[in-house]
């Protein structure tokens, strides 16, 4: 309850912080040109009156009610002209297609260029993830497929080696011993 007291200025009730900031600091303009203005006199209201539009000093509901309060007070008398008061410009932002409220959760807000290079940045990041990730799974079959002994099939490779060092070894004792009994044979 305390936070929603906080966000109401000079009757106005504010949905945000911000907004309520910017109402309180043009409330604290328009308690100053109220005590330096003497509403006697129309020409100096009519020139701070103007002044104040053409620099937009206002936008929020309060600044606001206070220009029209100017301006009807200028439109009372005879010596002003409706011409010569210039009309209250009245901020707001667009409405999405629906008519939905600017305040309202289902504004259509603009996508900002950074928004835009993120999403640049994010494809190409899955662009180079998935062309990295081919290069693994290539890298990987050809490993496996690989006659040379690596990382993965060392043991059996060394295993193979080995056993055909042994077969060989086998072989030539059997040969060196039929040679031997031959010689032997043959010496007596």
């Given at each position: 309850m305390e936070e929603k007291e906080k966000l109401i200025i000079d009757g106005f009730a504010f949905e945000n912080e911000n907004d309520a900031a910017r109402a309180k600091a043009e409330l604290k303009k328009i308690q100053y040109i109220k005590n330096k203005v003497k509403y006697k006199k129309k020409d100096a209201i009519l020139?701070?009156?103007n002044s104040l539009i053409n620099k937009n000093e206002f936008s929020t509901p309060v600044g606001l009610s206070f220009l029209h309060n100017m301006r009807s007070y200028l439109l009372s008398g005879t010596e002003t002209d409706d011409d010569e008061i210039k009309p209250i410009t009245v901020p707001f932002e667009k409405t999405d297609i629906g008519g939905a409220p600017a305040n309202s959760k289902y504004r259509i807000k603009p996508v900002s260029r950074k928004k835009v290079a993120d999403k640049t940045k994010l494809r190409f990041a899955w662009s180079l993830n998935i062309i990295l990730f081919t290069c693994m799974l290539l890298l990987l079959a050809i490993t496996l497929k690989a006659d040379n002994p690596n990382i993965i099939n060392y043991e059996n490779a060394i295993i193979n080696k080995y056993a055909e060092w042994e077969k060989s070894l086998t072989e030539k004792e059997k040969a060196l011993?039929?040679?031997?009994r031959e010689?032997?044979?043959?010496h007596l």
């Open positions: 020139s701070i009156y011993k039929e040679k031997e010689l032997n044979n043959s």
